[in-house]
T-cell receptor
Framework: GAGVSQTPSNKVTEKGKYVELRCDPI?????LYWYRQSLGQGPEFLIY????????DSGLPNDRFFAVRPEGSVSTLKIQRTERGDSAVYLC?????????????FGPGTRLTVL | AQKITQTQPGMFVQEKEAVTLDCTYD???????LFWYKQPSSGEMIFLIY??????QNATEGRYSLNFQKARKSANLVISASQLGDSAMYFC??????????????FGQGTILTVHP
């Protein structure tokens, strides 16, 4: 596919469980962003990757959240010991690179529900 | 820190009429970008239009135009000839275009637009 893809589209889990959310960016895009959108709110920045490294992880709410991008393409957002407050839509976006900040394309999101 | 304010929780417009969605921003950065995204009920964020802080002319993309008033720190979206398919949530966002956080977006709270036939 040509766009950003995210899997799963929906994830229901129980409080305290571990979850992984996957993002597959547009081929060739070196910049990748994770955002979290709570119901009725605008998305909030979580973390930004340039290549394999996390250039800015200032939006991660606490140490239960972690993200990786080992080969500079697919990224996984990992949430440990999930809490009900983690329920939200997690959005991933990619862009061609630092000089293309006006081209940021979003995936369809993963809706996480923590029971 | 950057901040985006959208003061209109909801807006209504008649089909084929124009509508303006308000957005004000606050930043101490000299170089930044302003975006508008559309989010229909399906949830996907659809890019509409972009304005760079150094762009002197207002951006336009088809029926969308961005009324950029730098001194007033406003970046209103104007949709001309509204269509039923324009009904959605609209987000204004700002990016910082320097340092280590290229492209990191700060979003407003959104405005729900409803187009009436």
């Amino acid at each position: 596919g040509a766009g950003v893809s995210q899997t799963p589209s929906n994830k229901v889990t129980e409080k305290g469980k571990y979850v992984e959310l996957r993002c597959d960016p547009i081929s060739g895009h070196t910049a990748l962003y994770w955002y979290r959108q709570s119901l009725g709110q605008g998305p909030e920045f979580l973390i930004y990757f340039q290549g394999t490294g996390a250039a800015d992880d200032s939006g991660l709410p606490n140490d239960r959240f972690f993200a990786v991008r080992p080969e500079g393409s697919v990224s996984t957002l990992k949430i440990q010991r999930t809490e009900r407050g983690d329920s939200a839509v997690y959005l991933c976006a990619s862009s061609p690179g630092p000089k293309y900040y006006n081209e940021q394309f979003f995936g369809p999101g993963t809706r996480l529900t923590v029971l | 820190a950057q901040k985006i304010t959208q003061t209109q929780p909801g807006m209504f417009v008649q089909e084929k009429e124009a509508v303006t969605l308000d957005c004000t921003y606050d930043t101490s950065d000299q170089s930044y970008g302003l975006f508008w995204y559309k989010q229909p009920s399906s949830g996907e964020m659809i890019f509409l239009i972009y304005q760079g802080s150094y762009d002197e002319q207002n951006a336009t993309e088809g029926r969308y135009s961005l009324n950029f008033q730098k001194a007033r720190k406003s970046a209103n979206l104007v949709i001309s000839a509204s269509q039923l398919g324009d009904s959605a949530m609209y987000f204004c966002a700002m990016s910082f275009t320097g340092g280590t956080s290229y492209g990191k977006l700060t979003f407003g709270q959104g405005t729900i637009l409803t187009v009436h036939p």
